[in-house]
């Protein structure tokens, strides 16, 4: 299950405290490791001293939460974090969006970008504004009948499973595809989180002009988590995300998570 241990990458404005109380608030529920990380470019001095002093303010926001704080020299804060977190070996990235993007959004920065095309470990990006629950309330997955997302079925399911909290599978139905095929293909969706897990998953099949449209139809409860697979141009765990999930992620009002290809 993701989350046992996370690295938030994290600047000192709105999008970076975002993140870093939907990091502190995940390792919470899953007991794991917490790191705090800032990257900055090589060959500034000056910037290596904000990179710390940003620290410092991180650590004031946790109060008497516990993590690791690293400063991490790297030519781009994206790739730095990817690296980093192999190197520490945390199993999800958190970050916050850009700023200026709508309030109740996710509003994709060039760190987020980079992450959510290259990362090797899963993301997950908070919307702006974003105040974490005490704990999830539920578990969705965007489902598209791909071997992808059939990995991320049994996998979510396992998550959900220990953390005490429904899953459900949501299809989009954009008025491109007959719906009896999609109605079809999260049936078996959900039989697979059955016999993968003995959970019973709910399935929704929500209709839209557009993919905005539809996530809008979807009732979200407050501390629900949104997880998008990898798409399939993604290579062996890395996270690659598709045009329509981005779009999924754009118009999501809950914090998305995006796992790797081939994650376990």
Not at 34 to 41: D, E, H, K, Q, W
Not at 109 to 123: I, M, N, Q, R
Not at 214 to 232: F, H, I, N, Q, S
């Amino acid at each position: 299950m993701i989350g046992e241990h996370v690295i938030v990458g994290y600047v000192s404005d709105s999008g970076g405290r975002d993140a870093l109380a939907l990091g502190a608030a995940i390792t919470r529920v899953t007991g794991g490791e917490l790191t705090v990380a800032s990257i900055y470019p090589p060959g500034s001095p000056g910037l290596a001293v904000e990179a710390q002093a940003n620290l410092a303010h991180a650590a004031e926001d946790l109060g008497d939460a516990y993590a690791e704080f690293i400063s991490f020299e790297s030519r781009g804060v994206g790739r730095g974090l990817g690296v980093l977190a192999s190197r520490i070996r945390a199993d999800l990235i958190v970050v916050g969006s850009a700023a200026g993007g709508p309030h109740g959004r996710i509003a994709l920065g060039s760190t987020a970008d980079h992450l959510l095309h290259l990362s090797p470990e899963a993301v997950m990006v908070a919307p702006s504004g974003h105040r974490p629950q005490d704990a999830p309330s539920r578990l969705s997955l965007a489902y598209v009948h791909r071997p992808q997302c059939d990995e991320a079925v049994e996998r979510v399911a396992q998550a959900a499973l220990r953390l005490g909290v429904p899953l459900r599978l949501v299809t989009l139905d954009l008025r491109t595809e007959d719906r009896g095929k999609l109605s079809d293909d999260l049936a078996l969706a959900v039989r697979l989180a059955w016999e993968s897990t003995g959970i019973e998953a709910e399935a929704e099949v929500s209709e839209g002009h557009d993919v905005a449209a539809a996530m809008d139809a979807l009732e979200w409860l407050p501390g629900e988590l949104l997880v998008c697979a990898a798409g399939e141009d993604a290579q062996p765990h890395r996270v690659f995300l598709g045009e329509l999930a981005m779009k999924v992620l754009r118009a999501s009002s809950r914090p998305v998570a995006v796992l790797p290809r081939g994650y376990a």
